[in-house]
């Protein structure tokens, strides 16, 4: 079965440290993924995806994410975290199982990134 | 957060009321998105439509019942609803619901509550 994990529920850092969001997945065929923020009470938003080439990616406010394709991950990065950064993080991958024609996401649970002053 | 847009941002409603939500998207996709967003879930796709067609549904109950006019328009009509379905609903827009590279563009959200 297809699918995403997100290891931790919540991750906390100081600011100006070096943060990292984990993520691995499971499907069949070669896998898109992404990267998506949530602040509280807005809906989500874009940060980066993975499709082909160049294993790291990098995205909007900093972030940047890694492709291993051998340990089936994905893992969100910033070099110096801030605290506006605290927020709800989703790791997603294109559903290749899914037979129609719909771009269908398989998202994980979240992880809450807390950056403290 | 401008390009998809949702009305109400809040919604409360008995169980037998019957309400509508409401996301228009200013971004020229032809692909639009209903999710569900519960508390310490994963967010659950609701219906996918692709050039107004509805080209994907759920498993979604009936008292959940999704319209689209246009490309650019997406209601959620509901009735009946149980307080299990108290959830926040987004809506989302891509350029092709075929596409697994597009990128899907979120609308902030109805948080809807059923008492």
């Known amino acids: 079965a297809q699918s995403v994990a997100q290891p931790e529920d919540q991750v906390n850092v100081a600011e100006g440290n070096p943060l990292t969001v984990k993520c691995t997945y499971s499907?069949?065929?070669?896998?898109?993924l992404f990267w998506y923020v949530q602040y509280p009470n807005r809906g989500l938003q874009f940060l980066l995806k993975?499709?082909?080439?160049?294993?790291l990616v990098k995205g909007s406010y900093g972030f940047e994410a890694e492709f291993n394709k051998s340990q089936t991950s994905f893992h969100l990065k910033k070099p110096s975290a801030l605290v506006s950064d605290s927020a709800l993080y989703f790791c997603?991958?294109?559903?290749?199982?899914?037979?129609?024609?719909?771009?269908?996401?398989?998202f994980g649970t979240g992880t809450l990134l807390a950056v403290q002053p | 957060e401008t390009g998809v847009t949702q009305t109400p941002r809040h919604l409360v409603m008995g169980m037998t009321n019957k309400k509508s939500l409401k996301c228009e998207q200013h971004l020229g996709h032809n692909a639009m998105y209903w999710y569900k967003q519960s508390a310490k879930k994963p967010l659950e796709l609701m219906f996918v439509?692709?050039?107004?067609?509805?080209?994907e549904n759920n498993s979604v109950p009936s008292r959940f019942s999704p319209e689209c006019p246009n490309s650019s328009h997406l209601f959620l009509h509901l009735h009946t609803l149980q307080p299990e379905d108290s959830a926040l609903y987004l809506c989302?827009?891509?350029?092709?619901?075929?596409?697994?590279?597009?990128?899907?563009?979120f609308g902030p959200g109805t948080r809807l509550t059923v008492l």
């Open positions: 997603a991958v294109r559903d290749t199982d899914y037979g129609g024609a719909t771009n269908k996401l398989i």
């Open positions: 989302a827009s891509s350029a092709l619901a075929e596409s697994g590279t597009d990128t899907q563009y």
């Open positions: 439509y692709n050039f107004k067609e509805q080209t």
């Open positions: 499907v069949s065929g070669n896998p898109y």
């Open positions: 993975y499709i082909t080439g160049d294993n």
